[in-house]
């Protein structure tokens, strides 16, 4: 059965410094993987996605992720966090159905 | 513009009401869905309809109902055999259920029980 890991359920970042939140999955077959955010009281907004192609993905708001096979992971990344960037921030594999990973909540030091 | 509208986005409910949430989509969206969202536990789906008069139950489906008479609308009641119904709900929905389809979703709905 696919599944998503989501390593961390808090993390901390400095305003300005390397954002990295981390998932792993698990899939029977070639995923189809996804980085939602949710700010509070609100619904999820697609950041980016990989299905096909090119392994580095661009998403919004300057975040990227990166699929490695061998790994069995989707990391997401932005170079320089900002104050605006506090969120949550959920993986999700698709196989037959989408199964999301239970959330990173992403806090930003001033 | 288009985009997915849940009603109410905040309701309370005494125990042993049932209670429905609205959901309507102007995207022409095929598949519609509805998850749950409490703290720390991510989401989790309660239903998901593939075309309108069918639908199929997901992981938590025990004490909801949902119906899909029109393409636009998927409706989940909260019926009061759910034994913990507090909780943020959230409704989806995505053009095909196809493997790169991504979800939209709407604003969510907050169920408090008294």
Redesign the interface.
Known sequence: AQSVTQLGSHVSVSEGALVLLRCNYSSSVPPYLFWYVQYPNQGLQLLLKYTTGATLVKGINGFEAEFKKSETSFHLTKPSAHMSDAAEYFCAVRDDKIIFGKGTRLHILP | DGG?T?SPKYLFRKEGQNVTLSCEQNLNHDAMYW?RQDP????R?IY?SQIVNDFQK?DIAEGYSVSREKKESFPLTVTSAQKNPTA?Y?C?SSSFVG??????????S?LTVL
């Open positions: 997915i849940q998850y720390g536990q991510g989401l789906l998901y997901g943020f959230l989806a493997d790169t389809a991504e979800l939209f979703f709407g604003e969510g907050r």
